[in-house]
């Protein structure tokens, strides 16, 4: 198929609107960071470890609970009515965050918010790649990631700018009693309503994934129509007699029997896998310590929320160059970069803090780790997460490996602090580095290159019948 018989004004513009989901992921996920030194003293937890760590991590029961229900709901309702109610949750999580007067009120909206992420982390990356030709699915899938980068860089460039300058050595009675102790916080919330808002407005005028529609047998007129309108009318003919072929080897269930069949199993595996080891490769630690080598390399507290948008801007360069690479070099040689990479990084990270080798250096050496991540594993994730699984149950597979990618976040965030107590920065960034060697034989010995293909011919390469 010609590339220049693809509508793809109309291609690109669906796929932007459901990446926005993408986008409030990322700054739902980053802008509490930037809330934290003031809602603290607002809601009295400074001083209470446990309600300090239970504020930050609260909204990952909600990315649990929504990654749960994503591919459950998705398979029977349409990724289209899911999206719209992520869109719905994003907008009222932002609004009653920004608007709560107790710290209960708070965690249930954050918890809100949560679900949202969970639903968009799982659904718009899956919509993406069932609307896109296969030729130009991997970049098109890296939208999403793309966009959750930039929600990110957003939410930093909104924290620096909303936050007004906090005097040095002022006391928590200080904060409170300051614009940003009562006002400021609660604007870094609301100003995410925008993008929400336009997110679930946008939404409505957006088609139904057509693979989707084709699992429907009332629905079969649409999904041409829809097909028609990407591809033309041949495009139309050949994609959904090859969407009704493997459709139709399998006339059984979608359940939890199905998904143990040898070759399901064996794709399910792989994805679980691939979503736990984007998480334990460690770059969260990265972030995590950001603070801190921040000021060792030399930089004033009132300069470190401008240095940390500056790693979003790396963040942001890099995730275009992953994005350009996907469907040329190809899924297996991103990761395996971004495995091997990072493992020599982390190795090289661990060594300059056990000789105490600070300053620049150190500085180079976290741009570069964020730089390597944001390149390959960060998006081709979940390129292949969205590609992999068989049409007829892809939104149950998808769901199943989002809620191990949250878990697997949710283990990282709790161990950290007690393995960087245990062994210290040196050995945690070692540690981590081990874990990508691990990673990146895994994925040498068992992730198969999809690169160019369709789904379809993905599931019937893949998938033993």
């Known amino acids: 198929m010609k590339e ?29 960071g930037g809330a934290k030194p003031f809602y603290e003293p607002f809601f009295g937890i400074t001083n209470h470890a446990f309600l300090q760590g239970w504020a930050m991590s609260c909204a990952l029961a909600g990315c649990l609970a929504g990654a749960v229900i994503s591919g459950w709901l998705s398979d029977r309702l ?36 949560g679900i949202g992420i969970g639903l968009a982390s799982n659904l718009s990356p899956m919509y993406i790649a069932e609307i896109t030709p296969g030729n130009v699915r991997g970049r098109f899938v890296s939208i999403n990631q793309l966009t959750i980068v930039i929600g990110i860089l957003a939410a930093q460039l909104i924290n620096w700018r909303i936050a007004r300058p906090v005097a040095s050595g002022a006391t928590t009675s200080d904060i409170l009693a300051s614009w940003n102790g ?101 770059i969260n630690v990265i972030f995590n310590y950001a603070q801190e080598i921040f000021s060792n390399a030399g930089y004033s507290v009132s300069d470190i929320l401008f240095n940390i948008v500056i790693t979003g801007c790396v963040n942001l360069i890099f995730t275009f160059i992953g994005m350009f690479t996907v469907d040329k070099l190809g899924r297996k040689a991103l990761m395996l970069i971004g495995a091997g990479g990072l493992a020599g990084i982390y190795t090289v990270l661990g060594t300059m803090y056990f000789f105490h080798i600070q300053g620049l250096p150190l500085l180079i050496m976290v741009v570069t780790a964020i730089a390597c991540y944001a390149m390959s594993l960060a998006p081709v994730t979940w390129v292949v997460l969205s590609e992999i699984f068989p049409n007829r ?22 161990t950290f602090p007690l393995l960087n107590k245990l062994f210290k920065a040196s050995g945690t960034f070692w ?13 040498l010995r068992r992730l198969p290159e999809t690169k160019g293909k369709s789904l379809e011919e993905i599931e019937d390469e893949f998938t033993i019948r």
């Open 78 to 113: 349409g990724r289209k009515k899911l999206l719209i109610l992520a869109a719905g949750l994003f907008v009222t999580a932002s609004l009653g965050t920004g608007a709560a007067d107790s710290f209960d009120v708070f965690v249930i909206f954050r918890i809100l918010g």
């Open 4 to 32: 220049n018989t693809f509508n793809w004004k109309y291609l690109v513009s669906i796929c932007l609107v459901s990446a926005m989901g993408g986008l409030l992921f990322g700054y739902d996920w980053v802008v509490i």
């Open 393 to 414: 149950m892809r939104g149950t597979a998808m769901s199943i490996a989002t809620f191990a990618l949250w878990a697997a976040c949710f283990i990282l965030t709790y």
């Open 182 to 282: 009562q006002t400021g916080w609660r604007w870094m919330f609301y100003a995410c309503t925008i993008p929400a808002g336009l997110f679930f407005i946008l939404m409505w005028f957006v088609p139904e994934s057509p693979r989707w529609l084709a699992q429907k047998s009332v629905y079969h007129t649409k999904a041409r129509k829809i097909l028609a309108k990407i591809g033309g009318d041949d495009y139309a003919v050949s994609e959904f007699a090859s969407i009704e072929k493997t459709l139709s080897e399998s006339n059984e269930k979608t359940n939890l029997r199905f998904l143990k069949q040898p070759g399901i199993s064996k794709l399910l595996m792989l994805g679980i896998v691939l979503a736990v080891f984007q998480q334990w490769c460690g």
């Open 431 to 443: 540690l981590y580095g081990c874990i990508c060697l691990l990673g990146f034989l895994f994925i």
